[in-house]
């Protein structure tokens, strides 16, 4: 006969072992839910999506017997609003994904950021696919190109604020640049009155006229060069003289004449 205490052992073992592992894994997903859903969203609450659905589902006031009927031109509107919120979205995830992959891979950020992110990623894909289903049952073909229109919605609003400050910083700019000009007119009229002054005072040199300031060392050159000159001249002129009137050379050579001339006659 089979023994039914070695039998119940170990099937035992294993129903323990088979509960334990499921109430672990039951506790471990409520726990991890419940973290997830006490984390921080990424994004702030969606007005524009409210804002749809209170038209959508809009109820009566009290006193009144019919709900009042939202135009079709309104929600279409207010559907947009939403895309293009949506959109402005899409662009911060797929801006900020990259690097905040870099930061978790060296560890600078935690796990629960990426899992916010996770769960941001998550909430826009459902919104997508939810303007979507709600851009058909305006209109079948609406769907593919309402997002297109948001997109073109969302360029023009940035660029609209783009010019804003811009034109909000023109009066700044031309206060500075009147300021600006104010200050260099100041300091080359400065700069013209010191020329003037430093040109009335003769013993103060002029930067740009230098030949003025050394003047009179100038002028002793050129009375040296002078004196030099005629001392030179008077020189040449004695030396030319001598010259024409015959000088030494000249006399002792006409003395030397009458002399052989004498001697020539005595002999005859």
Do not use: C
Not at 30 to 57: C, D, G, M
Not at 69 to 87: C, G, H, M, N, Y
Not at 162 to 182: G, M, N, V, Y
Not at 209 to 237: H, M, V, W, Y
């Amino acid at each position: 006969m089979v023994d039914l205490v070695t039998l119940a052992i170990p099937f035992a073992y294993l129903s323990i072992l088979v509960g334990s592992l499921a109430t672990f894994s039951s506790l471990y997903r409520k726990r991890k839910t419940a973290k997830a859903t006490s984390l921080e969203p990424w994004f702030p609450s969606h007005l524009q999506r409210n804002i749809y659905y209170s038209l959508v589902s809009l109820e009566p006031q009290p006193g009144q017997e019919k709900v009042p009927t939202v135009p079709d031109s309104v929600l279409k509107a207010a559907l947009l609003r939403r895309a293009t919120e949506d959109i402005h979205r899409i662009m911060q995830i797929r801006s900020s994904k990259q690097a905040l992959a870099m930061l978790l891979q060296r560890g600078s950020v935690g796990d629960d950021l990426w899992q916010r992110f996770q769960r941001a990623e998550a909430e826009i894909e459902d919104e997508l696919r939810d303007v979507v289903n709600e851009a058909n049952a305006f209109s079948p073909n609406w769907g593919p190109t309402i997002f297109q229109s948001a997109h073109e919605m969302a360029s023009n609003a940035a660029l609209r604020k783009r010019i804003d400050d811009l034109q909000s910083q023109t009066q700044s700019e031309k206060e500075w640049w009147e300021q600006r000009r104010a200050t260099i007119q100041t300091e080359f009229m400065k700069e013209l009155d010191g020329g003037a002054t430093a040109s009335a005072d003769p013993s103060m040199p002029i930067p740009g006229n230098r030949s003025k300031a050394t003047t009179p060392s100038i002028e002793r050159q050129k009375e040296q060069l002078e004196k030099e000159r005629e001392r030179g001249t008077a020189t040449s002129d004695e030396d030319t003289v001598l010259v024409e009137a015959g000088g030494p050379t000249a006399t002792g050579t006409g003395k030397g004449g009458a002399g052989s001339a004498k001697k020539r006659k005595g002999k005859k």
